[in-house]
């Protein structure tokens, strides 16, 4: 089926009982937006794990963090001890893996005050550091542990231990083979992800890559008395990062930039190949239409010159490679090494569905408007980011993409998220993740990423991935939690499974076109609506819809995309005025255009007034979990909008003109949506980026709370202790109360008083 394939589009009642959020919407008449708002500075101690109204656990009546051993259980989900569990992490990476002694309790009192029960430690073998697993960029080669850095990890991960947090150590990420470790001189003229693809191709670096994994994995921390094999605690571990033959042997060529002893193995291996398969080389290449004796590998130009029989073998060649390699390294890991956890094998679009789904979890990547580099790769001078808020593109979003790699049968974990800076729009990337991940009942989600090595009190946004100084993001954090490992967001009802054999998905990368759940034809609205998947060689079994038995609601077509469940609607009805609303029995969230509107919750009602960005921002409120908002003692109210650093400087990415200097006084930036920024910078120094501490806009809300107590309303500080009484006005059987920037803050408690 071709990606243009649709469902049957029916016109559809509402789903009884629900009411229909969007119809609550008024937009009273407004005066001009004034040209500037006011901000103030706000930020999130680093160190912060006081239990206080702005901790997760205080909001959930269960807090089980008890290390057990994960396992995939029949339904293709995570358990712990027979019970179900969802992970809600973070990236830590590179230098900031380890942390000195002193940081590490903080650090992990921080993220399990936030909830998190999950770090993915992500580049420890980053090879620019100055700390690394092997001892740094000075180390003489890759083939040792350094005992310094060793000693921090161990130490790092035993506290996240004592916080219940569980690890992912990643393998292979950021690690470059040098000649002292015994291979070639050519080596070194490859770059770090070339060098990893010679793992399909060369058993030296497998070699290499196994003795590295065994002398890690078979290490006794000191700090818990386990090695790391047997530790539940480490839950996975991945094989390699962002890998796959097919993806760098065809996609990115790899094969005009290999050194010739390096290409002369991977000949040697293709014609072994042919010989098998066909019986003899000569005839191959009689058939071809070229003389000689032995089949040269594949560059990308020779591969669109050569025969449609040729491009098939080349192919089917690659994918045996990479099926081979992964099968190999997962054996090692479980028999020789005798891991007992997850392992993961790469990242989908890196690595065919087909291949990835024969090992024991799918895991991928997305991010919204990453940086481009138009010239060199990463050059801190020449970037841009595409400041385009993603509310306003649900058939583009990052959600359709994600969903479109789940496999049936298979646990699916997003092991890397985010909206990175200096998108204005970056934050409301939390809650959407978080809602549509539990609406498509996937295992895990963890950001991109958190923490940088004795910097970790910096107060400003650094660049661009990091979100642990970030306000907006850590807030969000908390209703995140709520949606989905709390389960707030139901999983939908209707569950539709497309059918991707190996022999389609062959067909879609023989083309150079990586093949998902929308070439197999599930349509890009469906699962802003629906759960859905793919399956390989797991068939689906009961209560399972096919594309032939699904409609989808006719009101998509105005752009409204309600979940069957009627707890998410994401309305693009209007042109450059998205908003999604989240309307649960224990979490009410809204994200986007929302200023100068009016939402009519039943027992509550918000009037939001204009914003920085044109109307754009986010706001949440959470029960406690045997409360809901019918009955309820206390709400956590958040409302965030632009999140910036006080001084930086975003220019127009075309004509280098500034169009947004960060200060407590800042003009309306609704001009800036759409357009390519930058903020140049120099590794390592400030540059455009401005100075700490972060500067917020705190939304000026009306609240309207229907209830018959009294109630009242406190300002919350930076870790959650009430700093500021909100006066409360009573009218009629409602309660009625305003946030503003005068608070100074981005989240309220307020409490029910019997």
Not at 2 to 31: C, D, H
Not at 631 to 650: C, M
Request: glycine content about 8%; some cysteine; aromatic content about 12%.
């Amino acid at each position: 089926m071709s990606r243009k394939r649709k469902l049957t589009i029916a016109l559809a009642a509402a789903v009884a009982g629900m009411v229909l959020l969007i119809a609550g919407f008024v937009a009273p008449a407004q005066k001009a937006p004034p040209d500037t708002f006011s901000l103030f500075e706000f930020y999130i101690p680093w160190d912060d794990s006081a239990e206080t109204a702005t901790s997760v656990r205080y909001w959930v009546s269960e807090w089980n963090r008890t290390i057990g051993r994960v396992r995939v259980g029949e339904d293709g989900h995570f358990y712990v001890d027979g019970r179900r569990i969802r992970f809600f992490g973070v990236n830590i990476g590179g230098g900031a893996c380890f942390p000195r002694k002193q940081d590490a309790e903080k650090i992990a009192g921080r993220l399990a005050k936030l909830g998190v029960n999950l770090v993915r430690l992500h580049g420890i073998d980053a090879s620019w550091e100055r700390i690394n697993v092997f001892g740094g960029y000075a180390a003489e080669n890759t083939r040792h542990l350094s005992p310094e850095a060793l000693d921090r990890f161990d130490y790092f991960v035993a506290k996240l231990r004592e916080h219940g947090i569980y690890v992912n150590i990643n393998l292979l990420v950021n690690r470059r083979f040098k000649a002292a470790d015994g291979l070639p001189a050519e080596i070194e003229s490859l770059d770090n992800k070339d060098q990893h693809a010679l793992m399909f191709i060369d058993p030296q670096i497998r070699a290499l890559y196994k003795e590295f994994a065994y002398q890690l994995l078979t290490h006794e921390n000191p700090y818990t008395g386990t090695r790391y094999c047997d530790d539940p605690q480490v839950a996975f571990v991945e094989i390699v990062n962002e890998m796959g033959a097919w993806f760098w042997y065809m996609l990115t060529d790899l094969v005009s930039r290999l050194p010739d002893c390096y290409k002369a193995r991977l000949e040697d291996l293709w014609n072994s190949y042919l010989q098998s398969r066909y019986g003899s080389v000569e005839k191959f290449l009689g058939e071809w239409g070229i003389g000689g004796a032995r089949a040269p590998a594949l560059t990308s130009r020779m591969y669109w010159a050569a025969p449609n029989f040729v491009r098939e073998a080349w192919l089917d060649f690659v994918y045996q490679l990479e099926v081979e390699t992964y099968t190999e390294l997962y054996r090692f890991l479980r028999r020789e090494v005798g891991y007992k956890g997850i392992i993961v094998g790469s990242t989908a679009v890196f690595s065919p569905l087909n291949v990835q789904s024969r090992f024991d979890v799918i895991d991928a990547h997305a991010y919204w408007q990453h940086p481009e580099f138009p010239g060199a790769p990463w050059d801190p001078q020449n970037w841009y980011v595409l400041n385009e808020p993603m509310v306003n593109n649900p058939l583009k979003s990052t959600i359709v993409s994600l969903a479109s790699y789940r496999v049936y049968g298979k646990p699916f974990v997003v092991s890397e998220y985010d909206h990175p800076n200096p998108n204005m729009y970056g934050p409301e990337g939390i809650l959407t993740l978080a809602a549509y991940a539990a609406l498509q009942d996937w295992d895990g989600i963890v950001f991109f990423a958190y923490g940088s090595l004795d910097d970790r009190d910096s107060r400003r946004l650094r660049g661009f991935f990091d979100i642990d100084q970030n306000p907006a993001k850590m807030a969000l954090m908390i209703p995140a939690y709520m949606l989905f490992v709390r389960g707030d967001v139901e999983p939908a009802r209707t569950y539709v499974v497309a059918d991707l054999p190996d022999y389609l998905e062959k067909r879609f990368l023989r083309e150079y076109n990586y093949a998902d759940g929308l070439d197999a034809g599930i349509p890009a609205e469906a699962p802003l609506i629906y759960r859905v998947g793919v399956a390989t060689y797991i068939p689906p079994g009961e209560g399972v819809e096919t594309l032939d038995t699904v409609t989808l609601p006719g009101e998509i077509r105005s752009g409204v995309y309600r979940s069957d469940t009627g707890q998410i609607v994401w309305d693009a009805s209007k042109k450059d005025e998205g908003v999604l609303v989240i309307n649960t029995s224990r979490t009410l969230a809204l994200a986007g255009f929302i200023g100068g509107k009016r939402f009519d919750f039943k027992n509550l009602i918000l009037e939001v007034d204009g914003t920085v960005l044109n109307g754009w921002g986010i706001v949440s409120l959470i029960t406690k979990q045997d409360e809901n908002l019918d009955d309820w003692s206390s709400l956590l109210l958040i409302t965030v909008g632009y999140a910036t650093n006080a001084g930086i400087r975003i220019r127009d990415y075309d004509t280098r003109r500034i169009i947004a200097a960060g200060s407590t006084r800042m003009k309306s930036l609704g001009d800036a949506k759409g357009r390519k920024i930058t903020c140049p910078f120099q590794w390592g120094q400030v540059g455009d980026w401005g100075e700490g501490p972060t500067i917020i806009e705190g939304l000026n809300i009306t609240v309207k709370v229907k209830t018959p107590r009294n109630v009242e309303v406190w300002a919350l500080d930076s870790i959650g202790n009430r700093k500021a009484k909100v006066p409360v006005s009573a009218d009629g059987e409602y309660r009625i109360f305003k946030v503003t920037s005068k608070f100074e803050t981005i989240w309220y408690e307020i409490v029910s008083i019997p």
